[in-house]
């Protein structure tokens, strides 16, 4: 049973599910109209509210005694800590995939308490100060390299991030923004190139991972890329499984790494504590996270899979991007998603439709 059906990542989350046979779906989401609810992968879709864990958990109970399910998958960041925080009230019959303790989660998604943690396991990462609009703040400032970017404590996708190249034009921006302060970081923009390894954990340990590299952008200057091909690079691996073993993590992860181009050394940026946009890439590759996921819920152990060193293309961006540029966009149609839209056509529909509006408003 997943919690909860909306979000940009529940329909991938779906999809790979919808590839194990004889796999029962059933979705709990406080909207109705989500693209999943019309998804060909999904069994059952209720509507519950779920503003609050009160409600969230009145929702897990009503819907956990009418479809009666194995095991329940949170997918959304608020659905992973209000699952791994109740998880005692919730009825024995059921298993939970694996989620991680509450402190670890608070710790991931802030920013700022996530560069403190680096630096307290001596784990790599850019230089990161908080802003405080003080003496201490501007102390600290005259200590970094610019260009600089500042930072939501909270926050995705590359949603507030903006860059700037000198102390004066970062003192400008953050003077308009009067309640930036203890919200906001600023950190390092390092020289060189991103890189991103997803994982499945359990108490620290691997269970399963891939290591992604992007070879496409996509519209927006801190967007994550459109097209990304999986390698392996051992020293990503090696820095992200000393990371997840510092947090003891327990659960799914995407973490967002870069190759400083001045020593070499791979740097930790940020951790997503919840599925990633470009989950139906890792599947693409061979792992397919959410079906281990819940196995690792009921219990069922697995040896690591490997991934394949292939690419892998957002199709509905991919092929926007194929018109408008043709000569730099170079990609097979096989290299897509496109098989994934297509055989779940209504559910795409629901989500284009969607996504177009949100971008004309």
């Known amino acids: 049973m997943m919690m909860d059906g909306g979000g940009q990542v529940a329909l991938p989350v779906a999809r790979c599910l919808g590839q194990v046979p004889g796999l029962s779906l059933h979705v709990v989401s406080d909207e109705a109209a989500v693209p999943l609810r019309f998804s060909r992968h999904r069994t059952s879709f209720h509507v519950r509210p779920l503003a609050t864990d009160e409600q969230r958990l009145a929702a897990a109970h009503d819907v956990i005694r009418r479809v009666r399910p194995d095991v329940l998958l949170p997918v959304l960041g608020d659905d992973v800590r209000f699952l791994s925080q109740h998880a005692a009230s919730l009825p024995p019959d059921v298993r939970l995939a694996p989620t991680p303790p509450v402190e670890a989660f608070d710790t991931v998604v802030n920013k700022w308490r996530l560069a403190q943690f680096l630096?307290?396991?001596?784990?790599?990462?850019?230089?990161?100060?908080l802003y405080t609009a003080d003496d201490a703040f501007e102390r600290r400032l005259a200590a970094l390299t610019f260009p600089v970017l500042i930072k939501p404590v909270r926050g995705s996708s590359g949603n507030g991030i903006r860059q700037f190249d000198t102390p004066d034009?970062?003192?400008?921006?953050?003077?308009?923004?009067?309640?930036a302060q203890g919200l906001t970081i600023v950190q390092e923009l390092l020289p060189g190139y991103d890189i991103d390894c997803s994982v499945l954990c359990q108490d620290g340990a691997f269970l399963a991972y891939t290591i992604?590299?992007?070879?496409?952008?996509?519209?927006?200057?801190?967007?994550?890329?459109?097209?990304?091909?999986?390698?392996?690079?051992?020293?990503?691996?090696d820095v992200t499984r000393r990371l997840m073993a510092a947090f003891g993590w327990t659960g799914v992860a995407h973490v967002d790494l870069r190759v400083d181009q001045r020593d070499g050394q791979v740097k930790i940026l940020e951790i997503n504590a919840r599925y990633w946009t470009s989950l139906e890439g890792s599947l693409k590759a061979g792992v397919n996270f959410p079906h281990l996921h819940v196995l690792a819920g009921l219990g069922v152990t697995f040896p690591m899979p490997d991934y394949r060193p292939v690419r892998f293309v957002a199709g509905d961006v991919g092929l926007i991007q194929k018109v408008?540029?043709?000569?730099?966009?170079?990609?097979?149609?096989?290299?897509?998603?496109?098989?994934?839209m297509l055989g779940d056509p209504v559910a795409e529909a629901i989500r284009l439709g969607l996504l177009a509006k949100r971008k004309f408003l």
């Open 212 to 237: 992604q590299r992007g070879f496409m952008a996509r519209p927006g200057a801190f967007a994550p890329p459109a097209g990304i091909e999986f390698v392996h690079d051992e020293q990503v691996y």
């Open 169 to 179: 034009a970062l003192r400008d921006a953050l003077q308009q923004q009067p309640d």
């Open 324 to 340: 408008r540029y043709p000569r730099r966009t170079r990609f097979s149609l096989g290299e897509t998603n496109l098989r994934y």
């Open 119 to 129: 630096e307290q396991q001596g784990l790599p990462g850019p230089a990161t100060i």
